[in-house]
């Protein structure tokens, strides 16, 4: 989870999102994003890919090194 998140974190950051306007655009908090993004929160797939879609991404781009 912990290294999951950390992918979500540096391709966010790298489109130029903050946590806040991207967990807006989620429509999810801000807090259970920075749960998400320090591999604190247990999540569901349909999050997962959510979190894809809106990073422009494949679910399994999230997974890569």
Do not use: C, H, W
């Not at 946590?19 to 591999?39: C, D, H, K, V, Y």
Request: aromatic residues 6%; without cysteine; positive net charge.
């Amino acid at each position: 989870r912990k290294r999951l998140g950390m992918r979500v974190s540096r391709i966010r950051q790298a489109k130029g999102l903050s946590q806040s306007r991207f967990a807006m655009m989620l429509e999810m908090s801000r807090p259970t994003l920075n749960m998400i993004e320090s591999g604190y929160d247990n999540f569901k797939i349909n999050t997962l890919a959510r979190i894809a879609r809106g990073l422009g991404v494949e679910i399994e781009d999230l997974f890569k090194d």
